[in-house]
């Protein structure tokens, strides 16, 4: 769909703790939404945890906040959520979080290497992106 917003989110520069990140966050979508042309309903986010510091993302529970406001707000508003390079030291928060994820949520999420996420990115995205 022409126009559809795709927000990046990179960890890299991490500053704070997801927690106090949560307002942040939703701000985006938020702008995300005012974004959009008429006729596009909904965007593409893309989390790159590449150099993530896990000492500030270690507490599950803002990262399950996140996913409660993007299914009821949100829920129609996230196409898809890309998140590339996840951690193997991260992959514990997937697993407590992911059985609380809801059904039509996970749908929507991709786990990808950056070569993979790059390559999705090439041959789907429009080329203006």
């Not at 795709?6 to 704070?16: F, H, I």
């Not at 990140?21 to 909904?42: F, K, R, W, Y």
Request: glycine share 4%; charged share 20%; proline share 6%.
């Amino acid at each position: 769909v022409t126009g559809r917003p795709v927000l990046y989110m990179c960890m890299k520069n991490q500053l704070l703790s997801v927690g106090q990140g949560i307002d942040q966050n939703i701000v985006c979508m938020l702008q995300a939404v005012d974004n959009m042309p008429a006729g596009v309903e909904s965007a593409i986010h893309v989390w790159d945890l590449h150099g993530m510091m896990m000492y500030l993302n270690m507490n599950p529970a803002p990262l399950l906040q996140i996913v409660k406001t993007w299914d009821s707000y949100f829920a129609e508003r996230m196409q898809e959520l890309i998140i590339i390079d996840t951690p193997r030291t991260a992959i514990f928060l997937k697993d407590i979080a992911w059985p609380l994820v809801p059904e039509r949520t996970r749908n929507k999420i991709k786990f990808m290497t950056l070569e993979a996420a790059l390559l999705q990115m090439q041959t789907e995205f429009e080329p203006q992106t």
